[in-house]
Structures are given as C-alpha cells and as structure tokens.
C-alpha cells in the first residue's frame, strides 16, 4: 500500500512509448484512404478535400498526444464539468445558433464555429464512465442507479433531436446503452426499455420533423421517388452495383466524378470508394475496422478500472456505430440520417470528436499500462 | 499485495462478459454489411452497371442538312438558309432562371419567352435542350461563347430554314416544309429533334425520305446536372439527297404568266417518251416562303381563308368532271366491246330518250347522223350516249383506269387527288346506293360522278397519244439511270381503234366543224390533236354554259392535247375552273402553252427520239 500511495506518474515520453500505436497505425491507414478517395472525387486534385482532409488528421494527431499527455485523474475530476459545459453549450444553440441546410446545429464562439453535439459526444461517454467509476457494484442494479444515467443520456438527446440532428441522437442512444449494458446493468432493464420504446414509437413518429418522417419513409419504400427523396439510396446503390467485384478502378468511378452521387465526398465517401475498388475494396475497408474495432476491445477487457474501461469502450462503440450507421445507410439497409465514415469522410467535427474520444481512450489504456507495470514492478522480489 | 486496479470487483468477468457480447453483435453487424455489399456489388452488379451507364451518357441527335430541290436545268428551287439559334438543357428551376436571366443580356428575351421556356423545362426530360431563341446574329452568338462559363447548358448550334427560290412559280410543285405533328413524332430519331421540319406538300412531302436524310447522334458524358463533361462519340448525319425536277421553272414561269387573271385553273404537260412532267401550274399561285422563313403566326388562316384556296395545288389536288375529254374513253370502251364500229352512224336530233329521262345534246338542234369521227370531233353527246347505254358502266370504267384515270402515281409529289372512276361497286361503297341506267349515260360524257385531275387527263391524254401505260413524274432521274425507251407497257387497245380517236383529235383542232379549233398554232408544220371539256358544276341534264350565271355555277373549261400527232413528243391538260366553253376559254391556253414549250424545246416539232407506237 505504501508503494501505491508513493506511485509517480510517468513522464510523457515513457506514456508515449507505451501508447498502443497499433491504434493508431489503423487510423492512419483509414485516413489516407479517406485522402485518397478525396483526391479522386475532385478528378485528381488534392483540392479542395484531400489536402486538409491529411493536415486536419496530423493536427488532430498532435491532439491525441496532447490528450494521452495528460493522466487518467485529470480526466475523471473534468469529467462532470466537461458534461455540464457540454449541455449548456447545447441549450445555447437555438438562442445563438447559426442555420446550415435547414437545422440549427453551429454555434460561433470567437469566429471558431463547432456542434455542440460533437462535443457532447466526448462528454457523455466521460460522465457515464465517471458515474459507474463511482457507483459501488453492489449498486448496479438499483433502479434509481440506473435512472440517473438515463437522464444523463436522455437530455442532450432531447435536445439534439429537436435541433434537429437525428444522426447524433442515434449515436447517444446506442453509445449509451451500450455504455450501460457494459457497465453491468441488468438485462431486464433492457428489455423492459426496449418494450417502453416500441409504445413510444407512434409518439415519436408525431413529434418528427416533415424532413426527417420523409426519409424514414423514403427508406421504406426508395423506389416510389426515385428522382425526389429516394435519389440519394437509388444513386448509391447504383454506384455499388456499378463497382462490381472488383471496382472500376481509381478514379474511374463515373457515378462520383460525374456529380450523381450526393454528398460524394462526405457520408457517401464509402460508395465513392466501393465504386472505385469493388466488393474487394469495401470488404478490406470493413476488415480494417475490425482491426482497429478489434483493439479497442482488448484495450477494454485489459483495462481493470470501470472509468477506463468505459471510457475506452466509449470510443470502441462510437467508432463502431459510425461505421455501421454509414455503410448500411449507404447501402440502403437503414435511412439516410447523416452519419460521416469515421476518419474516411471529410469534415473537421467528426474527425476532432472521434480522435478526441480515441485519445482519451488511448490515454486511459497509457494508465492502466502504467498500473500494471507497477504491479508487476512492485510484484517483484 | 493488491494495487487498487487489480482489487477483486463485482463484475470483472461480467465486464469481460459482455464485452465478448457486444463485440459478437459488432461482428455479426460488419457480417451483415458486407452481405449486403455483397448481394449489392457481386450478385446485383451487373443489373446496375448499365444504370450507371445511362446516367452518365446523354445521346443527342444531329440534325441532317435537307436536300435541295433543282428544276430540270439544275436552277435551285429549294435550299436551306442557315440560321443560328441558342438553346439550354433544362436543369433546376432556379439554376434555369439565373442563366437565362444572363443570356437576356446578349440576346434580348421577352419576359414572355423566359417564362414559356421555364414551363417548358417543367415538362421536358433532363438532357433534352430546350430552343430558347432563333435568328441569331453571328456577333450573339460569340457573345455567347465568350460568356460560356457563366452560361451552364446553354448551347448554340445552327438551324436550316427552308429558303425557296421561285416560290410563286414553283411553290406547288415543290410544296413546302413544316414542324413534325405530335403524333408522328416517336417514329424515328429524326422526328424527335428539336426544330425538326418534315414536308407538308408537294415534291417536299412526295420525297421527303430522300430529302430528309438520317440524324447523326452525338454521345456526350454528362454530370448530374446534365452538363457536358466531355464528347464521346460521334456519328455524322447522312445529309438528305437533293431531288432534281422534271419540270422548269423557266416555263412554269412563261405559263403562269399566260394564266394571269384567270382565277383558278390548272396546266400540266407532260413528255410522252418518259413520263416526265415538264410543266405543272396551278392558279392562284403562293408563295412557299410564307409559311417558312417568312412564316408571321396567322398566315394559315389567312391562306386557308381565300376564297380561291391558294394552296391547293390544282394540277393533282383539283378533281372535275372531264366532260368531253372522256369521250375517248367512252369510245375505246365501246369499239373494244363490239358496241360500236367505225363506219356505224348514229343520228342526233338534240335529245336522247332513256327510260322516262330525256338527256340533251349541247347542240340543242341536232348533229344528225354521225359517225366515231364526226361525233368527236364535233363532240355530239347524243352519239355518246348511246355508246355509253350498249356499253355499260363496267366496260367503261375498265377502259378509264386502262387510261390512268381514278388513281394516283408514284410521281413523287404529294398530296394527289385519285378522282372517280364510277361503277357499281363503288357507289354501293360509297353512297350506299344502286346504280342506275342514267348514270351511265351520263358517265358516257364525263358528267355524273367522273372526276378527274389535269395531271390525269393528261396522262390520258399522253396514253392516247401513245398506246402505252404512260406513268407521270416530277422527279428526274440523273441520265445515265434513266432506261431506255420504251419504258411504257403497251395498253393492248387495238391500234386501230387508237388511231381512228387519234385522228379524231386531229380533226376537232384542224378540221371545220371541230370544237377546239382556238388550239391551232400559227406554225403550220406542227399538227396539233386534241379535244375539248365543258363540265358542268351543277349535275342538271339541262342549260349549260350559261355567261349570265354567278362565277360558283359557270362550267369548267377543259382542254387536253398532244403534239406533234404524227409523233407524240408533249400531252398537255388544260382545266380552267368556272372558264365557261372548253373550246373558247382552254383552247387558246393549251395553244400558247404548246407555242411556249416549243421555244423551250425546239427539237419537239419534229421529234426524233419519239416513242414507237405498238
């Protein structure tokens, strides 16, 4: 006990060598094949995309550092004023918001324009880790403990879905749930939520906006407007198929160079890309997540604390339900609801939120590297 | 010892626990993804890469040049002006709106034309341009090269206007160009083309495959917004052929100015040796250019509104009665039956008893007796009266159409008339009716339900002259193509009957007591043959050429001909409408028509290469 109480924190170059820079080898990898789609989009033209696409990742590569510079306590004492920041950033976005494409979702604070929804993003995962760091196990399944991070989730979703930003809200819920269900809440909760939901569901459906029942309905049924709202999926869908097995190669993708495929170079990157390269090339892109989704989750099971455990399954789940939101939207498995292709798709928020919750997941695995060297340190005769 | 991370927590195994879970659902979630791209890219792929395909290629047709219309001297009587026109793909209405609104700036356009091009847009497909503007100054449309960049879609290219050239003279020979009708428009890529012009009348409408040509088509990559990424491929329309005319204009000219101040009739003649038809006027005349480039939006109604009906081209689309003219015919008909021979006389005293009618003769006295010869010449309606009652309509019908009456040809103009050739089965057809004994009598002069055209009575005529099956054209062929003569079957009428109404002819311009004697032309050398027509308007048996009577109800005039007789060379048909006498009003015509095709073709007194008769 005492050699605990005399533990130092290692210096930042020793934090940095045991940094698990396989992690980021596979980031890496997805960033120059989201560079390289860029490229090719603008018919081989490292403008406007793909060059920022790469300086944003090696900016955002210095933020990971900075990030798993800084000791796992400082991160958990930040934790309630980062979510509570985070929220009142959130209320502050219909009194002082900026509109884009129909939605109020920016807000300019000193000419630097941000979604507060990204942030809070981060933010949730930090306070649910925070708040099951501190419930006592024995608690888990007390239903007042497991109110208290419902109303953690629910509120930022609440007012993300009448911003309204459909995408987030999604994220919220599964990366919270997620969060929860790994935290070691009882299953019953779970299913008993899940029958509240299937109740709720005409309800929520009433308090939808025109746009987004559109592209509900839209999924349900692309064929019926096929110039109209069902485009994008019918377009999409054509690029895939158009990709074949083997893809019509790079920059031969006619669907993407020739402006049928919307938003072509953010959420649709990955059908730029599946034209491109074929059914190969998108099945080596999922392997690679996996890869990536892979370590994240043996980071998680090594990890002994619940905050970093939760903190690193935070960016596990987050990485996770972009990656699937996107492909099966853009394959018309779910509708269209604006999901980024995380680290592929252009777009600094996106890339600042899912580095900032990989650094903090990579600075969590640093700390627990460092314990378990203490231990193994101290275990010595 | 224990570091604080390694203390033994509820729910260590549970963690790890569920972390296996989630991460199964993960990867039975990715599973399911690359299923999808599978089933997507490796077993729908083929179904959508021609998708892909139409997305990215827009075809678009090229308009073929029209062929130009010559006279037989190779005088240009129809060719194309160009001019330039400006035209937009249609995108999105905003983006439609912005650019036009630019393009106003080099061409002027009318709020007007703005708003009817947006409502075109509205319903026009993608990659279809729309025309926005014609009649374009060269200067405009650099303009609008040079601002090309902020005039996405906007596109110039050159329209043909259809120009004619001697239009009063030639105008319904050549007939005229018009837009293609809706429903006729999914026939052919040349009938979807924007601006595309098909012939309406005329040699326009009689060739219009030969002179329209094939469109070419040009594959352009287009982007979403149907903007042209780059040109594909290219296919050069097949120009349409030009079409030579056997008639000249010179002598349509010369002719027309002869039928100054008749109000409406018609002239064609014809070469006997070819079938060519070297002159074919009608009165009034117009001109073709008014419906094309000089085309203001109620000249059609103010056409269509003459009373003398300008763009009726009389020579085919004007039917009368023959009246005498058809005389031969009722002759033929009646010495091929065995009901009439040469030498046999019928006596005329003015009227003809059949069944309770009476049928009067125009020569209310009487011709007393009369034989073949006498009654053609002198064109007794008795004689043939009777010829016509022991002859029957069948044989008489039969005989017309042996003569190329009640049809059309192959001549390559449009919009013929096939006149009638009445016999039982056609007004059972027709009206519904039985036939009945007078009609014959009165089909045996031409009157009753006999309608013909010039252009038929002249190829009549042109049978006649030569024993052969005659076929009219106004389309020459290049000389080498032409066959040599006798082009024509024989008409199997026995020569000597051919011969006796032959020198019938002859007699009614140059014996006494012929009707047409006004057809005689001053050149002694050259015999001329022929016969009168007065058809009556009105189907009475009783008065005819009444002066008096109101312009609508004074007969025709008709006069057919052919020269020299000896050796046919020229058949002409002559009807002049409400022109009183056939031998007073059409004679004279036919006469100077004759002294004017002989200044222009010298060689046809004494024709040499003239057909053999069989």
């Not at chain 1, 403008?47 to 933020?63: K, S, T």
């Not at chain 2, 009219?472 to 000389?479: E, N, Q």
Request: with cysteine; aromatic share 8%.
């Amino acid at each position: 006990m005492t050699e605990l109480a005399r533990r130092r924190d290692e210096t930042l170059a020793e934090r940095l060598i045991h940094m698990n820079w396989l992690v980021l080898v596979s980031v890496s990898l997805l960033v120059a094949i989201g560079t390289a789609t860029l490229y090719s989009v603008e018919g081989g033209s490292f403008e406007p995309w793909a060059e920022r696409h790469g300086v944003r990742f090696l900016l955002g590569f210095g933020v990971i550092l900075a990030m798993v510079a800084m000791p796992m306590w400082l991160w958990r004492a930040a934790a309630l004023p980062i979510y509570l920041l985070a929220l009142g950033l959130l209320l502050l976005v219909p009194v002082l918001g900026v509109e884009a494409l129909g939605a109020k979702r920016w807000l300019d604070v000193f000419g630097l324009q941000f979604q507060p929804t990204e942030v809070m993003k981060v933010a949730i995962v930090l306070m649910l880790a925070r708040y099951y760091d501190a419930l006592p196990p024995s608690r888990i399944a007390d239903p007042v403990a497991v109110f208290v991070p419902v109303v953690i989730i629910a509120v930022p979703l609440a007012f993300t879905l009448s911003q309204p930003d459909l995408g987030s809200a999604a994220l919220y819920a599964a990366v919270g749930l997620g969060l929860m269900f790994l935290a070691g809440v009882p299953i019953l909760y779970f299913a008993g939520g899940a029958m509240v939901a299937a109740f709720a569901i005409p309800f929520v459906w009433a308090g939808l906006h025109d746009y987004q029942r559109r592209r509900i309905e839209t999924f349900l049924d692309p064929g019926a407007d096929p110039l109209g709202a069902g485009y994008h999926i019918a377009q999409s869908k054509i690029a895939l198929g158009a990709g074949g097995i083997s893809g019509k190669g790079f920059m031969q993708g006619t669907q993407s160079q020739l402006d049928f495929l919307p938003e072509k170079h953010t959420d649709f990157i990955f059908t730029t890309f599946a034209e491109e390269w074929g059914f190969w090339g998108a099945l080596g892109l999922l392997v690679l997540y996996a890869i990536l989704l892979t370590l994240l989750a043996i980071m998680a099971m090594r990890a002994r604390s619940m905050f970093a455990r939760l903190v690193i399954a935070g960016a596990w789940s987050t990485i996770f339900v972009y990656v699937f939101i996107n492909i099966a939207m853009v394959s018309g498995l779910v509708p269209v609801v604006g999901v980024p292709l995380p680290f592929v798709s252009y777009g600094g928020t996106s890339m600042v939120t899912l580095l900032a919750a990989l650094g903090l997941a990579l600075a969590a695995d640093v700390d627990e590297g460092q314990n378990r060297r203490m231990l193994r340190r101290a275990s010595r005769p | 010892m224990q570091g604080p991370g390694d203390e033994p927590r509820d729910g260590d195994s549970g963690f790890t626990r569920r972390a296996l879970v989630v991460g199964a659902l993960q990867a039975g979630a990715l599973g399911l993804l690359a299923a999808r791209l599978y089933q997507l890219q490796v077993l729908e792929g083929r179904r959508y890469a021609p998708l892909a395909e139409d997305n990215r290629i827009s075809q678009r047709g090229v308009m073929p040049r029209r062929g130009r219309i010559v006279d037989r001297a190779g005088v240009v009587l129809a060719a194309n002006d160009e001019m330039y026109r400006v035209s937009i793909l249609s995108a999105s209405d905003s983006e439609l709106k912005e650019t036009l609104a630019r393009l106003a700036a080099i061409v002027p356009l009318s709020e007007q034309e703005i708003a009817t091009t947006l409502a075109k847009a509205r319903t026009t497909q993608r990659n279809e341009p729309l025309i926005v503007a014609g009649n374009l100054s060269f200067d405009q449309v650099a303009a609008i090269g040079l601002h090309a960049a902020s005039l996405p879609g906007v596109e110039t290219d050159v329209d043909l206007r259809r120009r004619y050239f001697h239009g009063r003279e030639t105008g319904h020979v050549t007939g005229y160009v018009g837009s293609v009708e809706r429903h006729a428009m999914d026939d052919e890529a040349f009938l979807r083309m924007p601006g595309a012009r098909v012939g309406k009348a005329g040699v326009e409408l009689g060739m219009d495959k030969d002179l329209r040509g094939k469109c070419g088509s040009r594959k352009f990559e287009v982007d979403a917004r149907g903007h042209i990424v780059r040109h594909l491929d290219e296919i050069d329309p097949v120009e349409g052929r030009d079409v030579m005319l056997t008639i000249d204009a010179g002598l349509q000219s010369r002719v027309l100015d002869r039928l100054a101040g008749i109000p409406r009739g018609a002239v064609v003649a014809i070469d006997v040796t070819n079938g060519e038809v070297v002159l074919m006027a009608s009165v009034p005349a117009f001109d073709p250019n008014d419906l094309t480039i000089n085309f203001e939006p109620d000249v059609w109604k103010k056409l269509q509104a003459e009373p003398h009906k300008p763009l009726l081209n009389r020579a085919i689309g004007g039917q009368y009665p023959p009246g005498s003219t058809f005389k031969m015919v009722t002759a033929l008909a009646a010495l091929e039956a065995g009901t009439a021979s040469l030498r046999e006389r019928v006596t005329c005293d003015g009227s003809f008893e059949y069944k309770d009618s009476t049928f009067r003769c125009w020569n209310r006295g009487g011709h007393g007796a009369m034989d073949l010869t006498d009654a053609l010449r002198e064109s007794c309606d008795v004689y043939f009266y009777e010829l016509a009652r022991r002859t029957g309509i069948d044989r008489i019908a039969a005989m017309a159409r042996r003569l190329g009456l009640g049809q059309t040809y192959a001549a390559g103009i449009g919009q013929q008339k096939r006149g009638i050739v009445p016999d039982p089965g056609w007004k059972r057809a027709a009206l519904g009716k039985a036939w009945l004994g007078g009609e014959t009598i009165l089909a045996g002069i031409g009157q009753g339900f006999v309608l013909t055209t010039p252009l038929q009575l002249a190829v009549m005529t042109a049978r006649l002259a030569t024993g052969r099956a005659v076929v009219p054209t106004l389309v020459r062929r290049p000389d080498d193509a032409r066959p040599a003569l006798p082009v024509f079957p024989p008409l199997a009428v026995k020569s000597e009957w051919l011969d006796a109404v032959r020198s019938a002819m002859v007699g009614v311009v140059n014996d006494a007591g012929g009707t047409g004697g006004n057809a005689a032309i001053s050149d002694s050398a050259v015999v001329i043959a022929g016969k009168t027509g007065t058809s009556q308007v009105r189907s009475t048996g009783g008065d005819r050429g009444a002066g008096g009577d109101a312009f609508e109800l004074r007969d025709h005039a008709l006069f057919v001909s052919y020269f020299p007789a000896d050796k046919p060379r020229y058949a002409i048909a002559a009807v002049i409408e409400h022109g009183g006498g056939g031998g007073a009003t059409a004679a004279p015509i036919v006469r100077d028509v004759i002294e004017t095709l002989i200044d222009f073709d010298p060689a046809a007194r004494v024709t040499t290469g003239s057909l053999e008769r069989p």
